[in-house]
Each structure stands twice: as C-alpha cells, then as structure tokens.
T-cell receptor
C-alpha cells in the first residue's frame, strides 16, 4: 500500500521558471513532511520540511505548501536553475518514531 | 563534522549468499535507520537502531537484520539473498528526539 503518492513522475522546466511537485498522503497520523533532493550517485539530502501546524514554509527559493484537510502538500521551486536538476522525494513521518515513508520521486530537469 | 559514511560503495553477490553493509553515523548522532531504494523508487524503511537495539521495523522479512555498536555505527545483514534485493541501501543517522535524518551515499548491491 503506497501511503504517499507523488506527482508528476518527471518534470521539465525552463531556467527561471517555477517547478511544482505534489504529494498526497493517507495516514492522518503523519505529522512531519520533509522534502529530499537526490543527485545521481548520492544519498538524499534534506531540502525543507514542514509540520502540520503551519500551511506554508519558505526557505530561499523553496516553498512547501501544506493542506491538512486535503491531505496534500507540495514543493515549489522558484526561479529554477539547471543546478536544481535532480530527483525530488516527498516523505511523511510520525514524529514519535521517525520512520519516513517516501513518495516514488520526481525527476526534475531544468533546461538552460 | 564528519557526515554519514557507508561501505562498500558497490557490491555484487549471487543469489543465496549473505551480505553485510556498514554505516558510520554523523558525529554526535545516536540513531541509525536503514532504507532500501530500488531503481526508480523512493527509499523504503527497513529498521532503526537506537541504544544498540532495534527501535522500529518496516515490512521486511527476518533475513534482514542489523546491529548497532557502542560508537553508534551500524551494520545491515541480509541472508539468503534474492534477485529482488538488488537495490541501493541507504543509512541515515539522526539524534534521538530530532526529526532530521541525514543520509549517507548508499551501497549499491547487485544480486545475480
């Protein structure tokens, strides 16, 4: 059973554009929602994370929007750059046990 | 500060064999989690170790086992390897009570 559904599977954006990746979850016990960035041959690196007590969190060009009633959250990358080309994973966890459930990933390509 | 390191980087085994993967946690971190990432998929939680004991397990059979040592480093052991065990195995360390997990670069296992 896939508890975190991520879309799209792949995304091509022009330099300077906005990249948007969406995730939906089923388990209402989830209370921690991180996004990870993974480059080829590397492990995932934490990008930004949000708790359900806020609807939006922004760090630099990266913003998470969170809709608790719809059980959805999304990552927005503003002014996308070729260096942002990577695979992005959303994840969800329960704060008390730290097990993360990941989405299947989105391959982002930013064309120069 | 030293990040999470894993060894070996690559490994080739044949079906039925046993394998041991190693992880050194980031300095100061006392919790280690292991994940399996199949090609084109998100990481899947295998188990977590804290205070040298298993502190949560995902949907993996008992032939996946682990150890944590007093210096917080960890091993993942897989017995009776199957072809479907071919994947990138990721180790993540964290401080118990903190949300953020820091991933190592992974060990890529190929089972022939």
């Amino acid at each position: 059973q896939q508890q975190v559904k991520q879309s799209p599977q792949s995304l091509i954006v022009q330099k300077g554009g906005i990249s948007i990746i969406n995730c939906a979850y089923e388990n209402t016990a989830f209370d921690y929602f991180p996004w990870y960035q993974q480059f080829p041959g590397k492990g995932p690196a934490l990008l930004i994370a949000i708790r359900p007590d806020v609807s939006e969190k922004k760090e630099g060009r990266f913003t998470i929007s969170f809709n608790k009633s719809a059980k959805q959250f999304s990552l927005h990358i503003m002014d996308s750059q070729p260096g942002d080309s990577a695979t992005y994973f959303c994840a969800a966890g329960v704060y008390s046990n730290y097990k993360l459930t990941f989405g299947k990933g989105t391959l982002l390509t930013v064309n120069p | 500060e030293t990040g999470v390191t894993q060894s070996p980087t690559h490994l080739i085994k044949t079906r039925g064999q046993q394998v041991t993967l190693r992880c050194s946690s980031q300095s100061g971190h006392n919790t280690v989690s292991w994940y399996q990432q199949a090609l084109g998929q998100g990481p899947q939680f295998i188990f977590q170790y804290y205070r040298e004991e298993e502190n949560g397990r995902g949907n993996f059979p008992p032939r996946f086992s682990g150890l944590q040592f007093p210096n917080y480093s960890s091993e993942l052991n897989v017995n009776a390897l199957e072809l479907d065990d071919s994947a990138l195995y990721l180790c993540a360390s964290s401080l118990y009570g903190a949300e953020t997990q820091y991933f190592g670069p992974g060990t890529r296992l190929l089972v022939l």
